[in-house]
T-cell receptor, first 114, second 116 residues
C-alpha cells in the first residue's frame, strides 16, 4: 500500500509556462514533506521542503503548497526551463523516531519543451 | 569535496553470489542510508545508520546486511544474490536530528546491479 502517491508518471510543459506536479499521501503521521529532483544516471538532489505547520514555501522559481485536510501537496515551477526536465520525487517523513525515515512517491517525469 | 560516492557503478552477479556495495561521504554526516529503486516505484529504504557502529532496518531489509565501522563509510552486503535484488541502489547521508534538517538527505550517483 503506497503511502505517498504520484499519480502522473509524466508531464510535458512548454518552456516559460508553469509546471505543476502533484503528490498525495495517506499517512496522517507525516509532518514534513520534500521534493527531490533526479537526472538520469545521477542520484536525487534535494529541491525544496515544507513543514506541516506551513501551507506554502517558496524558493526562487519553485513553490510547494501543502493542503493537510486533503493530504495533498504540489510543486509549482514557474517559469519552466528545459533544464528542469528530470524526474521529480515527492517524499514524506513522520515525526518521531531516531531518524525520520523518508517515504518516496514513484516519481513524475517532467519534460520541458523548448 | 566529493559528497557521497558509491562503488561500484555497475555490477552483474549470478544467483547465489555475494557482493558488497561501498558508500563513502566526506560531509561529516552522522546518518547514512541505503535505498533501492525499482521501475515504477519510489526509493525504498533498506537499512540506515544513525552513527558509527549502529544500524537499523528500513522498509525492505530482507536479504541485505550492513555495517558502519567508520563514520564516513556505510557498506551494503548481499550474502546470496537473487534476481529480485536486481535494482539501482542509492546511498545517502544527512546530519543528525539534533543538528536539524535531518530529512534533507544527500544522495550518491547509484549502483546498478543485475542479478542473473
Amino acid at each position: 500500500d503506497q503511502q505517498v502517491k504520484q499519480n502522473s508518471p509524466s508531464l510535458s510543459v512548454q518552456e516559460g509556462r508553469i509546471s505543476i506536479l502533484n503528490c498525495d499521501y495517506t499517512n496522517s503521521m507525516f509532518d514534513y514533506f520534500l521534493w527531490y529532483k533526479k537526472y538520469p544516471a545521477e542520484g536525487p538532489t534535494f529541491l525544496i521542503s515544507i513543514s506541516s505547520i506551513k501551507d506554502k514555501n517558496e524558493d526562487g522559481r519553485f513553490t510547494v503548497f501543502l493542503n493537510k485536510s486533503a493530504k495533498h501537496l504540489s510543486l509549482h515551477i514557474v517559469p519552466s526551463q528545459p533544464g528542469d526536465s528530470a524526474v521529480y520525487f515527492c517524499a514524506a517523513s513522520p515525526f518521531g523516531g531516531s531518524a525520520r525515515q523518508l517515504t518516496f512517491g514513484s516519481g513524475t517525469q517532467l519534460t520541458v519543451l523548448p | 569535496n566529493a559528497g557521497v560516492t558509491q562503488t561500484p557503478k555497475f555490477r552483474v552477479l549470478k544467483t547465489g553470489q555475494s557482493m558488497t556495495l561501498l558508500c563513502a561521504q566526506d560531509m561529516n554526516h552522522e546518518y547514512m542510508y541505503w535505498y533501492r529503486q525499482d521501475p515504477g516505484m519510489g526509493l525504498r529504504l533498506i537499512h540506515y545508520s544513525v552513527g558509527e557502529g549502529t544500524t537499523a532496518k528500513g522498509e525492505v531489509p530482507d536479504g541485505y546486511n550492513v555495517s558502519r565501522l567508520k563514520k564516513q563509510n556505510f557498506l551494503l552486503g548481499l550474502e546470496s544474490a537473487a534476481p529480485s535484488q536486481t535494482s539501482v541502489y542509492f546511498c545517502a547521508s544527512s546530519y543528525s536530528i539534533d543538528r536539524g534538517n535531518q530529512e534533507t538527505q544527500y544522495f550518491g550517483p547509484g549502483t546498478r546491479l543485475l542479478v542473473l
